[in-house]
T-cell receptor, first 116, second 114 residues
């Protein structure tokens, strides 16, 4: 069974540009979450999508957005990039997480964004 | 909002030594608890989980963790570490019935000397 696939793996952008990252979840998983990992702030939750609807949202500015498609694939977009957006962006998929058994996530290898 | 704290940022120990990593969370409601591990060059993966029941849970590679509700703690242990346990370990909390959102601790880098 294929794991979570993220593309691109590495990218370099300049300030003010925008970027779109893609995530393909494990087959059958309908929940996709995004996290930002930096040395200073650690792992921070961005948002979670389930059945094309945003179910949870972290404390990030509106420049960070995402969406999920009918095949459960997800994209996240960061507009007007800032130097501080340089990070590893992790996507994770999960079974629905409904009821009381949420939080068991399968992570991709991440997309490493460098903003110059 | 919930928060998670891990007591040690870095731990260095020799093979065969015992390992214990502390984790405390703050949240007044019911939670699911996790330890995730990131081996060098690999993706983040689940080490063990607690949803309910026996507060002592066993995970992969000989790791175990104990949930102490009164102390809001979920400490990770391994009786005898190996060089291959060198990794960064993250404690995480999920609020029950609120989707899959995880709040992570800051992580503990563990270096096992051969």
């Amino acid at each position: 069974k294929a794991g979570v696939t993220q593309t691109p793996r590495y990218l370099i952008k300049t300030r003010g540009q925008q970027v779109t990252l893609s995530c393909s979840p494990i087959s059958g998983h309908r929940s996709v979450s995004w996290y930002q990992q930096t040395p200073g702030q650690g792992l921070q939750f961005l948002f979670e999508y389930f059945s094309e609807t945003q179910r949870n949202k972290g404390n990030f500015p509106g420049r960070f957005s995402g969406r999920q498609f009918s095949n459960s694939r997800s994209e996240m977009n960061v507009s007007t990039l800032e130097l501080g957006d340089s990070a590893l962006y992790l996507c994770a998929s999960s079974s629905p997480g409904q009821g009381t058994s949420g939080g068991e996530l399968f992570f991709g290898e991440g997309s490493r964004l460098t903003v110059l | 909002a919930q928060s998670v704290s891990q007591h040690n940022h870095h731990v260095i120990l020799s093979e065969a030594a015992s390992l214990e990593l502390g984790c405390n969370y703050s949240y007044g409601g019911t939670v699911n608890l996790f330890w995730y591990v990131q081996y060098p060059g690999q993706h983040l993966q689940l080490l063990l989980k607690y949803f309910s029941g026996d507060p002592l849970v066993k995970g992969i590679k000989g790791f175990e963790a104990e949930f102490i509700k009164s102390k809001f703690s979920f400490n990770l242990r391994k009786p005898s570490v190996q060089w291959s346990d060198t990794a960064e370990y993250f404690c995480a909390v999920n609020v029950k019935a609120a989707g899959n959102k995880l709040t992570f601790g800051g992580g503990t880098r563990v270096l096992v000397k051969p």
